[in-house]
């Protein structure tokens, strides 16, 4: 998951009533963007009935009111805990002494949890609700979880670049604009060691996921000789500066640059012609987990139509539920090609493979060096 401050992101509460028929009860709660949502509860059950689910998941990642619609509709006690960075993640999974049931790792660390036999195949027969994601994603799932066996995806986006049409007086397609020295102090660059090299990769036409020396020299060249012309290696402030007219062009998550489009309207977002990343977030089951079958309840309750779309109306981040992007009644964002982009785009975005430690490590000194630079 890409780590934001979610809290601006939009606001939705969902009031839980009473219901004792399969068709519920539902209560349609309007947000900021005139969306109405509505999350039907088919049974009224006491949280705890049925079990328990022990669910790991990132901060601010879930709509206001899913997890009690999940237990009023199921019975099943959600205990519920949240992670920041996968990197914090991944110790307390691998160590055994956490029985997590379902967790939210992105694209690269579900790589590493396969590899490491962290997590179980996934049965698909026991997800109903499975045919609501979009084939589009998960073919681009396919590069870190082959066949699609361990992950279900949940949230996605892309990396690219946000500029402001009133500060440049050109359509920018490249990467290479962030290297440009008529931007020189207008730049705001990636302060993300994978994103910054993914950007550099690109531009010199190497895999995004390459391990070769050369191929990396080659990128570290071109951040440094890029250095001078930054303002300020962000991730979070990219937002806020860019919204501000601070900076004319800076790197940003698609998720991040639909909010900004709202608050200034001068801004654009754009995937680079020669590629980027596309990163996507799934709910994945622990080999030990102790509550399998309830885990199983909940991936498929977020799979369901209603609540995706309640999470992608609070989050922001693109779901890849089409059945939930159906129910979408705002034309733009339900068109909108930042949120949802189509094949000519998702063609020349790849995932994040995960790195051996020997090579995160080289990635890690050559970055470094970029920074003391």
Not at 96 to 101: P, Q, S, W
Not at 208 to 229: G, V
Not at 299 to 311: E, G, H, Q, S
Request: proline share 3%.
């Amino acid at each position: 998951m890409k780590k934001f401050n979610r809290s601006l992101a939009f606001s939705m509460a969902v009031c839980l009533g009473a219901s004792t028929v399969l068709t519920g009860c539902g209560t349609s709660v309007e947000d900021n963007t005139g969306e109405e949502v509505e999350i039907t509860v088919s049974n009224e059950l006491k949280a705890g009935e049925n079990g328990e689910v022990y669910v790991f998941n990132w901060g601010e990642y879930i709509g206001d009111g899913v997890i009690e619609a999940f237990e009023k509709e199921t019975g099943i006690k959600v205990n519920y805990m949240e992670f920041t960075e996968n990197e914090d993640m991944y110790p307390l999974l691998a160590s055994g002494a956490n029985n997590y049931d379902v967790v939210c790792p992105s694209d690269y660390m579900v790589d590493k949890l396969i590899k490491e036999n962290l997590i179980q195949p996934i049965d698909k027969s026991k997800i109903t609700n499975y045919g609501n994601i979009d084939p589009e994603y998960l073919k681009s799932a396919e590069l870190f979880d082959p066949g699609n066996q361990y992950c279900v995806p949940y949230c996605w986006g892309t990396v690219g670049i946000l500029y402001n049409t009133s500060m440049v007086d050109e359509e920018i397609t490249s990467w290479n604009a962030l290297f440009d020295e008529k931007y020189s102090g207008q730049i705001l660059m990636m302060n993300s060691l994978r994103d910054a090299y993914m950007i550099a990769l690109n531009l010199l036409g190497y895999d995004l996921n390459t391990s070769n020396e050369a191929e990396l020299d080659a990128a570290t060249d071109l951040l440094k000789k890029q250095k001078p012309l930054v303002q300020a290696y962000v991730v979070d402030e990219v937002r806020d500066k860019m919204i501000g007219g601070e900076a004319a062009i800076g790197v940003i998550y698609s998720g991040e640059a639909i909010y900004t489009a709202r608050e200034n309207p001068d801004l654009k977002y754009v995937v680079p012609d020669e590629g980027s990343n596309v990163w996507i977030d799934g709910w994945v089951i622990p080999t030990n987990s102790k509550n399998t079958e309830n885990a199983y309840k909940w991936i498929d309750f977020m799979c369901r139509a209603d609540v995706a779309l309640a999470n992608f109306n609070y989050i922001t981040y693109s779901t890849p539920n089409k059945a939930a992007r159906e129910l979408i009644t705002d034309e733009d964002i339900k068109n909108s090609t930042v949120a949802f982009p189509g094949e000519d785009i998702l063609s020349r975005c790849k995932a994040y493979n995960y790195l051996t430690p020997e090579v995160e490590e080289m990635y890690m000194e050559k970055w470094n060096s970029v920074k003391s630079n």
